[in-house]
């Protein structure tokens, strides 16, 4: 299983930006992806972006595509979340979640790359509020 921190989290102004990280261990030779999920008060956890480690292949939802980027350092074992022109409704608390993407060589399939019950791993969470 592999172990989850997020950081970087804090209280910004309606446009401000935020670096989250999730630093990563416990990865075996399998690939896997990093996601990560948000969830406001009283609303469900929303998947947002996912990169696989291997390809750098990414995913975005539509509620953050072309505000915020994902990329990850294979070397530091760090994905990080670049969240630009915050707005008021990304405040939540946002959690990233690791899944195999190959198990033995073989490609694991998924409903999408953000299918929640497809991550094994979890980290703790980071709280961003966007406040004026």
């Known amino acids: 299983q592999v172990q989850l921190v997020e950081s970087g989290g804090g209280l910004v102004h309606p446009g401000g930006s935020l670096r989250l990280s999730c630093a990563a261990a416990g990865f075996t030779s399998d690939d896997y992806a990093i996601a990560w999920f948000r969830q406001a008060p009283g609303k469900r956890r929303e998947g947002i972006s996912s990169i696989t480690l291997s390809s750098g292949n990414t995913y975005y939802a539509d509620s953050v595509k072309g505000r915020f980027t994902i990329s990850r350092d294979n070397v530091k074992n760090t994905v990080y979340l670049q969240m630009n022109g915050l707005q008021l409704e990304d405040t939540a608390a946002y959690y990233c979640?690791?899944?195999?993407?190959?198990?033995?060589?073989?490609?694991?399939?998924?409903?999408?790359?953000?299918?929640?019950?497809?991550?094994?791993?979890w980290g703790q969470g980071t709280q961003v509020i966007v406040s004026s």
């Open positions: 979640a690791a899944r195999r993407t190959r198990v033995r060589g073989y490609i694991v399939a998924v409903a999408s790359p953000l299918s929640e019950l497809e991550f094994d791993s």
